[in-house]
């Protein structure tokens, strides 16, 4: 849930670096764009999943500082390695992907410190629950792709959720941690 939030507003932050008056699209480019998170495992080691199929895209006006940004990760996308805790990970215990196969993310607001997007507040929805979200952007940048040939902007973006806020209980009362640690890697290309 929290990787999805993560991922909305890492493109939203990309969408940013442009110096273009009217508002601009960035795609998210799925070959860059990686959606991770992490709990501890008993107060252990570090348990590590990823979704790999993220879409999304990004508007913005940097001038004004506005824009919109809206994302979709494919729950059943959940890679963490191990086959029988990719299959938990999307039972209903957790991501629950039979009845819940998405998870989105709409921003609300970007803030910026001169050119530099330092947090993207917005709504993650998961399991049918919608909660706000603030998503810290570290290394934002923009860089003309050479193999893409097109501008292309991004960041890394990471923020930590209680999974409870949004149902997810199963093993809380176990010790299985209610934070969770989510961090997007996002680079998202401008559309012509």
Not at 89 to 113: G, I, M, Q, R, Y
């Amino acid at each position: 849930m929290k990787i999805v939030a993560s991922v909305l507003a890492a493109a939203a932050i990309a969408a940013a670096g442009s110096a273009h008056a009217a508002p601009l699209r960035y795609e998210v480019d799925p070959d860059h764009t990686f959606v991770t998170f992490e709990v501890t495992h008993f107060n252990t080691s570090t348990v590590r999943a990823r979704f790999d199929t993220i879409k999304g895209f990004v508007e913005l006006d940097r001038q004004a500082g506005q824009g919109r940004a809206e994302m979709a990760i494919d729950a059943s996308s959940i890679s963490s390695g191990v086959p029988d805790f990719d299959k938990h990970l999307k039972s209903a215990d957790f991501f629950d992907v039979a009845k819940h196969p998405e998870a989105t993310f709409v921003n609300k607001s970007f803030k910026f410190e001169g050119d530099e997007l330092k947090s993207i507040e917005g709504e993650l929805t998961l399991l049918g629950q919608t909660h706000p979200v603030t998503l810290e952007g570290k290394r934002f940048n923009c860089y003309d792709q050479p193999v893409l040939k097109a501008p292309v902007c991004g960041g890394d973006f990471e923020t930590t959720i209680k999974r409870s806020q949004w149902g997810m209980n199963w093993g809380i009362d176990m010790g299985v941690p209610d934070d969770v640690r989510l961090l997007i890697q996002i680079e998202a290309v401008q559309q012509q």
